[in-house]
């Protein structure tokens, strides 16, 4: 398509955007409401703005419209920031399977946000980037966990143009000022700079990416040892650093209860992990665990709870399909346990 060379026609191609955006077919309803999120039992708070704002509006009827204007018009879902800072709990997923297909699934199903795992995850910087253009198309917010706390994968984690990023093996303060440093441009910190051209800044077209970068990106510390519970206070004190990561699984095996991360010693620590990141004025998040659902994390005061992978829920599924089948064999057919069911009900393909 040519470019547009006048605002009028500028404005003229985004009125008719709005005209489409009102006289939607019902197909094409159907599939943008698959992207609005959904509420679960949890009563956790989920606010996705994803209508057009007064200024959208006022903007796009202007007569000096430009095209890039017009693009931006469109208001952008609150940041994980802001979200907190209005005193939201927010509920996520942690994605492994490095699928865009899961991770498309996952912003549809109304997650607040999705963390992309590249520490245990088998995918790589180039996998993530499919998935978080999976999660963009759903307004989702994807946070890159890294495989380790360098300024190497900083970068080129952070240039992608995630909402958070998350360290993990945070032992010290000193290791968590390190950590913002890699996230700072010079003079506070040591990030290379590529930001005219990277998908963070919009490949360049984002003239305010400069200006708002350290307002709207989420730096994660992860406290998953002895040693980080002990500095938990001292590293969610440090300057940056927005939320601190508990990492029960890691403690427990570091405590040497790799196969109990209920025991209570396990619980106990992780308690004063809590009481310290709290009283050092980060956002505490976390894991869910089969002993600690994410109900009980909310109660005791943590502001992000990962609720669950994509890995264990297909696994979990598959399981009990498969579990389901097997019964059945011992025990007869669906309609010997079951009873028969209504002969006009149809199979759910047909």
Not at 152 to 170: R, S
Request: glycine content about 10%.
């Amino acid at each position: 398509m040519p470019a547009l060379s006048t605002a009028g026609s500028a404005t003229t191609t985004a009125t008719s955007s709005l005209a489409l955006l009102n006289h939607e077919k019902p197909a094409s309803k159907l599939l943008r409401s698959l992207s609005n999120p959904v509420k679960f039992p949890l009563n956790f708070k989920t606010v996705k703005n994803r209508k057009l704002s007064i200024e959208a509006k006022s903007a796009i009827s202007s007569s000096n419209l430009s095209t890039t204007n017009a693009v931006s018009a469109f208001s952008a879902p609150s940041s994980l920031k802001s979200r907190l800072q209005n005193g939201e709990t927010l509920y996520g997923i942690f994605l492994l399977s490095f699928s865009p297909t899961i991770a498309e699934i996952a912003g549809q199903s109304g997650y607040d946000f999705a963390v992309v795992d590249m520490e245990h995850g088998p995918g790589g910087i180039t996998d993530a980037l499919h998935c978080l253009r999976a999660l963009a198309a759903t307004q989702t917010p994807a946070i890159l966990r890294l495989p380790e706390s360098s300024p190497t994968w900083a970068k080129k984690a952070l240039d992608l143009g995630p909402q958070g990023i998350m360290f993990p093996m945070i032992e010290s303060p000193k290791m968590a000022r390190k950590a913002v440093s890699y996230c700072r441009f010079p003079p506070e910190g040591i990030r290379g700079s590529a930001h005219t051209v990277v998908r963070a800044s919009g490949y360049g077209n984002d003239e305010g990416y400069l200006s708002n970068y350290t307002d709207e990106l989420l730096i994660m510390c992860q406290v998953e040892s002895e040693e980080g519970v002990k500095k938990a206070e001292e590293i969610s004190a440090v300057d940056g650093v927005d939320c601190v990561q508990m990492g029960p699984l890691d403690l427990s095996a570091s405590m040497g209860y790799l196969w109990d991360p209920g025991h209570k010693k396990v619980r106990e620590m992780m308690r004063e992990a809590e009481r310290g990141v709290l009283e050092g004025g980060a956002y505490l998040c976390g894991f869910a665990m089969p002993h600690d659902g994410p109900i009980n994390l909310k109660t005791r005061g943590y502001h992000m709870v990962s609720g669950t992978v994509d890995l264990g829920l297909f696994r979990n599924a598959a399981v009990d399909d498969v579990r389901k089948f097997k019964m059945s064999l011992i025990q007869g057919s669906d309609d010997e346990v079951g009873g028969s069911k209504d002969g006009d009900e149809k199979y759910w393909s047909e």
